[in-house]
């Protein structure tokens, strides 16, 4: 397709789907919590109150106060993991601009079509012998075994393919390959989600920073990390459903991420309504400063103590903090409402000291309060 043909497609779209994102985005997948018009988790940066979808031109319009703004294009790319082909075909799709054929090219295989596909390549592959190239790759990243496990198989030519603009894929050559079988602790074969890496960049360097310090990370505690990066808390019940195991084994994983060499989130409570949430410097790391204090005191009647704790986290508090931690939004009448909570604070018998001037104010911890 010639670049203005291309161009004349894209302007198409943006027509017709002007006006009607809302309906678009949660046809295409996207979760209705993301679009309920309020301050919520980003889907782009990760971020637990900083995002608001508002459709504010009629183009998909979202804000998030670090990432920036964007449209419907660019929400649906970062939702879905896709590029930007892939988000025009789907939007084509809701709107009926697609013709059925290729409508149907573009829809995901069913679940049986890719059971079958995946056992035809797995049958296809061999297992590993000394000396074929999955050996050698191992070898050469000091990887001797002295036994190859049978979940690694050797495929001597496993097809590589890409999707053209009509969403068909077709092959662009073959090559060697290792296949890798992921079981659960059943012995079964387990889907694998894949993270996408740039919306996931700070939980990719804490399981970095954790391997460097010899502590393993597994798939199950990988999932735990990531409901929690979209929630505050997670419960025995949610972690089950979560990581589709018993109660028992799901209450164990929890039980063990509080520990060392992991510690990477926090009980409270020790009956069978017990709650989790991350560990301090996880929290930080994942969600942002303001993140951990929220989690520990999420009752508004604990402002006060929710801001002297995060005081003695970060030593100073502004009215962005505040609201951040308080989840009071972006909204005008947020920001009144924080100054109010700031100036009752530094009164006489307050906790608070005002300090700096204009746009740069900020409060600190009064001595002796």
């Keep these: 397709m010639h670049d203005h043909e291309y161009a004349g497609r894209i302007d198409a779209v943006k027509q017709r789907a002007h006006g009607r994102w809302s309906e678009i985005l949660a046809s295409a997948g996207v979760e209705e919590q993301i679009l309920k018009h309020r301050n919520g988790p980003c889907p782009l940066c990760g971020g637990t109150d900083r995002f608001q979808f508002t459709d504010k031109f009629g183009e998909g319009n979202y804000h998030c106060r670090q990432c920036g703004p964007g449209g419907g294009f660019k929400l649906l790319q970062a939702v879905k993991g896709v590029d930007f082909n892939a988000a025009l075909r789907d939007v084509e799709r809701c709107l009926g601009l697609l013709p059925e054929a290729a409508a149907a090219r573009t829809s995901e295989p069913s679940g049986d079509r890719m059971r079958k596909l995946v056992q035809r390549i797995w049958d296809e592959a061999r297992p590993v012998t000394a000396g074929d190239e999955v050996d050698r790759y191992l070898r050469g990243r000091g990887l001797a075994l002295p036994v190859v496990p049978a979940v690694l198989r050797f ?53 970095a920073k954790l391997d460097g310090q010899g502590a393993e990370v597994g798939l199950d505690q990988l999932l735990v990390l990531d409901a929690l990066r979209g929630q505050d808390y997670i419960d025995v019940s949610q972690a089950s459903e979560v990581l589709q195991l018993s109660r028992e084994d799901a209450r164990r994983v929890l039980d063990g991420m509080c520990l060392p060499p992991l510690n990477l989130i926090e009980r409270r409570g020790y009956s069978s309504s017990a709650t989790f949430h991350l560990a301090k410097g996880v929290a930080k790391d994942l969600k942002g400063k303001a993140a951990y204090t929220k989690a520990r005191g999420l009752n508004p009647v604990r402002y006060a103590e929710m801001a002297r704790e995060y005081l003695r986290d970060h030593k100073r508090i502004t009215n962005t903090d505040l609201r951040e931690l308080l989840g009071l939004g972006d909204s005008a009448s947020a920001q009144v409402e924080a100054s109010r909570y700031l100036k009752k604070w530094s009164q006489d018998d307050g906790f608070l000291e005002r300090q700096g001037t204009g746009n740069k104010i900020f409060y600190v911890q009064k001595k002796h309060a």
């Design 155 to 207: 495929h001597p030519a496993l097809g590589y393919y890409e999707k053209d603009e009509a969403g068909k894929s077709r092959k662009l050559a073959e090559y060697p390959a290792m296949l890798a079988c992921i079981q659960g602790l059943d012995g079964h074969a387990v889907t694998l989600q894949i993270f996408n890496q740039g919306t996931h960049e700070a939980l990719a360097r804490l399981v």
